[in-house]
Nanobody, 131 residues
Framework: VQLQACGGGLVQPGGSLRLSCVAY????????IGWFRQAPGKEREAVSC????????YYKDSVKGRFTISADNAKNTVYLQMNSLKPEDTDVYYC?????????????????????????WGQGTLVTVSS
């Protein structure tokens, strides 16, 4: 089970980026997939999560209305479309997958799962929002 995240970069405030998380070695059907971000010295936090089976989604309050998570089952890929980016969105973004969990659980407990080595985690992709 592997996840590969990409799509980060440098963008000006107000700009857009689309992150991609490709899953290898498993089907997304029974998984919750989450995008997390982590600043140096801080806990990894959930930004947005999606349940592939039922389509339920979660968004951190600060990104609601600006970010959209979606999945393409045929490509085994989850996307995070980020619009109206702000400097405070600057972070390393990680995608995660865990089977048989609800998005609410991933949002609340994902950081702890990471510390405990639970679930699958991709490498980070850096998003920098700066003029």
């Amino acid at each position: 089970v592997q996840l590969q995240a990409c799509g980060g970069g440098l963008v000006q405030p107000g700009g857009s980026l689309r992150l991609s998380c490709v899953a290898y070695g498993f089907s997304l059907d029974d998984y919750a997939i989450g995008w997390f971000r982590q600043a140096p010295g801080k806990e990894r936090e959930a930004v947005s999560c999606i349940s592939i089976r039922d389509g339920n989604t979660y968004y951190k309050d600060s990104v609601k209305g600006r970010f959209t998570i979606s999945a393409d089952n045929a490509k085994n890929t989850v996307y995070l479309q980020m619009n109206s980016l702000k400097p405070e969105d600057t972070d390393v973004y990680y995608c995660a997958a865990r089977e048989g969990v609800m998005v609410e659980a991933m949002a609340v407990h994902g950081s702890r799962w990471y510390r405990l080595g639970l679930g699958s985690w991709g490498q980070g992709t850096l998003v920098t929002v700066s003029s």
